[in-house]
């Protein structure tokens, strides 16, 4: 498989030849169609084509969406067979051992291994291919530009697959991050960086220097520099050195025409500008990757001076929501490029999975050699203290015996393991900007799960009695649940592969379609339901909002992952609890604004 590609045109060109790409002729218009097209295609079996839109309307630039949305494009654009060959490769650099003699020495070197290698160079073409053109002072208009107006009740057009290039105040060391960019106007757009990524930091030095900040960004650069920008890099950690890792070619590099910002020289499009200090503009809401619309708040201002391209530039762009969705497979390239660096910290780590129901922050299950009583306790801590780790809200962690990427075996080990009295470790702490279902944002309840044997020294598992079998029809627990709470819509036996929900288990489990009210919250259910006796066969009780349809497993995880606030919404009584993934509000003593389900309807 090929290691590099120059520039994206050339994998665009390589999907066309793999039969990976899907072009379509016919005129299509960047507001809400292009979006509708992209997100049947991002769901269709296997993540379905790329697709390449030559008649974009209202521009004369193509539009390039759902390049990297399925196991086959993904592996392609970073130039591996599968993406464990990526965290292979970082292992084995990190595993090298410091010469101890002259022959370690010649060794090393007539295996080409030279890190620096990996450093982006500066471009030797006396123009650029990301500067053929030029639009400087009353030439920059955005509105050229086929900026796609993703989902209905968003704010206005986004940039969605932006690079933006900053610099340090105090270092001068440059970071790329992808932070979204809503169009203002024909000039000026939104800088949406989130209080804990670099570029956020380094605006701050700025903010206090009082200062302006010179911001590039591009659009479109080859898949390696892409996909470099989404990943998670420890601050003062220039990411194209990772894309030049993972090309095996450094990234060539050029100084902006009218800032002191060095961009990818083969980048389609570059916007040249700044950020004022304390200039805030209302920005938002957004259909964000968490399936719902990120809320409208102030973020700085991005003011372009230039927009440069090459002489016929492809507009590169993506679309997040409800998963599966293009983003779910950068995600994975991630999860998988990043084990040795977490394990060179947690040796005891095995492997990990996030299940893309949690979108990347809600959820992950780790498995480890456990060696020594509160090891799956110290595993949890450590993470919850570990880089972009520490906004994950529900950490399970299970011995080394289960694969952690095997949905059915984590699912059987937790039905017939755990112990919800004392396999329950609630705690406190940092939260994903974008998390919606915490009383307060940024900050709130984290759930551990600990699904491992237990050691010498642990506290044994209770052993509660045994659940009772049942043998009524899901329509007759119904109408006795009805009788017993108002609100209560569906219900739905949770069996899972060959095993008889009527049959004997440490754990079973129930799902509720409820219409919350005035005074019907979360609470009100757990304690009604409590009082039913013939629900006494189940013991971890899921509630959803009465619309939910309890027939799709993918949808009821990505809900319970999404809206339960472990603190809020989970009510314990001994190996009892009851779950709210409904809507919060009020009755819930959530006074947050409660953000939209993404929908085209």
Not at 423 to 445: C, E, K, M, W, Y
């Amino acid at each position: 498989m090929k290691s590099y590609y120059k520039n994206i045109s050339e994998f665009i060109r390589a999907l066309k030849s793999a039969g990976e790409l899907r072009v379509i002729t016919q005129p299509v218009s960047p507001y809400l169609e292009i979006s509708k097209i992209a997100d049947a295609e991002s769901k269709s079996p296997g993540g379905g084509k790329a697709l390449l839109f030559e008649n974009a309307e209202g521009s004369p630039f193509p539009v390039a969406i759902n390049l990297f949305g399925s196991s086959e494009r993904i592996c392609m654009a970073l130039g591996v067979d599968h993406l464990d060959q990526l965290g292979e490769r970082v292992r084995y650099f990190m595993e090298l051992s410091p010469p101890g003699n002259i022959r370690d020495i010649l060794g090393l070197l007539q295996t080409g291994i030279s890190v620096s290698r990996f450093f982006p160079r500066q471009s030797r073409s006396h123009l650029p291919p990301c500067q053929e053109v030029v639009h400087t002072g009353d030439d920059v208009d955005l509105s050229k530009l086929p900026v796609l107006h993703c989902w209905p009740k968003d704010a206005g057009p986004f940039v969605t697959l932006p690079l933006v290039f900053t610099k340090s105040l105090k270092t001068g060391r440059q970071n790329v991050g992808m932070y979204r960019l809503q169009v203002f106007d024909k000039n000026t757009t939104g800088m949406h960086w989130h209080i804990h990524k670099d570029g956020a930091h380094f605006y701050q030095e700025y903010v206090r220097a009082k200062q302006r900040m010179p911001v590039a960004v591009a659009i479109g650069a080859d898949p390696a520099v892409i996909y470099a920008a989404t990943a998670p890099m420890p601050r003062n950690l220039d990411e194209m050195i990772l894309a030049g890792f993972i090309r095996n070619k450094p990234v060539s590099m050029t100084r902006c025409v009218t800032s002191d910002v060095k961009v990818p020289a083969e980048a389609e499009f570059v916007l040249e500008g700044y950020v004022d200090p304390g200039e805030l503009r209302r920005e938002g809401p957004f259909g964000d990757h968490t399936g719902y619309y990120s809320l409208a708040d102030d973020y700085p201002v991005f003011h372009v001076t230039a927009i440069t391209h090459r002489k016929s530039p492809v507009y590169c762009t993506t679309l997040v929501g409800p998963p599966p969705m293009e983003d779910c497979y950068l995600a994975k390239a991630t999860e998988r490029l990043f084990l040795p660096m977490l394990q060179s910290v947690m040796p005891e780590i095995l492997d990990y999975w996030f299940p893309w129901e949690g979108v990347f922050h809600n959820i992950v299950v780790v498995s480890i050699d456990k060696e020594f009583p509160g090891h799956a306790q110290k595993i949890m801590s450590g993470l919850w203290g570990q880089g972009q780790m520490s906004f994950c809200k529900t950490i399970v962690v299970v011995d080394k015996n289960i694969n952690p990427q095997a949905p059915d075996a984590v699912m059987s080990r937790l039905l017939s393991t755990l112990d919800v009295s004392s396999d329950i470790t609630l705690t406190r702490g940092i939260l994903d900007v974008l998390d919606h279902s915490s009383p307060i944002p940024n900050f709130g309840a984290k759930l551990g799960i600990d699904l491992t044997d237990r050691f010498p020294g642990e506290p044994e598992r209770t052993c509660p009695p045994e659940l009772p079998c049942f043998s009524v029809s899901e329509k007759e627990l119904l109408t006795a649940i009805q009788n017993q709470a108002d609100g209560v819509a569906a219900c739905r036996f949770f069996s899972f592969h060959d095993t008889d929900p009527s049959g004997t288990c440490q754990n079973r489990i129930l799902m509720l379609a409820v219409e919350k009210g005035q005074d019907r919250g979360g609470a009100y259910f757990a304690e009604c339901l409590r009082e039913t006796d013939l629900l006494k066969p189940f013991n971890i009780i899921l509630l959803y909002d009465a619309k939910i349809n309890l027939e799709k497993n993918s949808l009821i995880l990505w809900k319970l992952f999404n809206n339960a606030d472990p603190d809020r919404d989970m009510f314990f009584q001994g190996n009892y609890v009851v779950i709210d993934a409904c809507q919060k509000g009020p009755m819930d003593g959530h006074l947050r604004e409660w953000p939209e389900e993404l929908t085209f309807q």
